[in-house]
C-alpha cells in the first residue's frame, strides 16, 4: 500500500485532522484515531509522506501504552480498529489506528527533559534556567540534568509555535481551560496540571530506564494528558516516538556536541541547509531524505519493542 498523506473513511464522521492524525468520531464516547505518514517540522506538514511512518509510531505508541499502563491510566479502549470501520476501509487503517476514549485535552503540552538540548539549551544560555527552573552554572550542550525537569509549553494554534512556559503558568492555563469540566467532580486545574507533572515524570524515568538498556538515549519527550468526567487524568494521544521525542545512540553521545537521532531532528538538520522560510508550503523531500527517515525511525522502534519492523 502506497504511504498514506491522508485517510478517506466514509463510515464514520470526520472529527478533524491534526498535522500527523485524522480523528473520527465512532460514537458519544469514543473516536477513532488514525496515525498518516505525514511528516510535520518546523510546525509545517511537509508534502511528501514518509512511508509506513504512520504504522511505526502506532507500533509505538502501543508499546508504550502497555509497558507504561501501571503509571497513569490511558486512553485505549481495547476496541480493533478494523471493526468500526466499513470493510472495504480496513487495509487503509490496518495497523495505523486506535479507538481511544473521548477526553478532554489538557491545554498544555507536558515536556520532559534529561538533557539540555533544544530550546531548553537556548533558555539556559540566556538565563541559566529552563521554563524558571534554576539548573547549576557550566553545563553544556548536551550536558545531562542533575535530574529530569518538568518544563511545560503552551499549545499553539496552527501556524504559530509552542512556548515554553513555567509550572506556575501551566497551572493557571488549566484552571481557565478545565473549570467547566472539573466542576461536577471538585477537582481543579491546578491540581491537575501537578498530577500531570508527577505522571510525566515518573513515565520518563521508566522509559528512559528501557530505552537506555537498548542503546537510546531519552533526551527529552512531550507527553499529551487529558481527563474525563470523574477528573482522572489519562495519556492521550501518542507515548515515547520519533515524533514527540529526541532519541539519541547512546554510543554516539558526547557532551558537549548535539548527537545524530533516531527522530525528525534529521529532517530538521537536512532543512536547515535550504533556503526555505519555514513557512508553509513546506519543500518537497528528496526520495533519499525520505528513506533515510523511515530508516530512523524504523531502527527507533526496533531497538525500543525488541521486535523487527515488517511495513
Sequence with gaps: MPALFESTIK????VGRGKVRDIYAVDTDKLLIVTSDRLSAFDVVMPDPVPDKGKILTRLANFWFAKLAGIVANQLTGIDPEAVVAAAERE????RALVVKRLHPLPIEAVVRGYLIGSGWQD???TGTVCGIDLPAGLRLASRLPTPIFTPATKAA??????NISFEQAQRICERSLAGVLATCGGSGAQIAEQARNAALALYLAAAEHAAARGILIADTKFEFGVDAAGTLHLIDEALTPDSSRFWPADAYHEGNNPPSFDK????DYLETLAWDKRAPGPRLPATVLAQTRAKYAEACERLTGEPFVG
Design 11 to 14: 463510515s464514520l464522521p470526520l
Design 92 to 95: 487503509q487503517i490496518r495497523g
Design 124 to 126: 539556559y544560555q540566556t
Design 158 to 163: 496552527p501556524g504559530a509555535h509552542d512556548e
Design 265 to 268: 531532528q534529521f529532517l530538521r
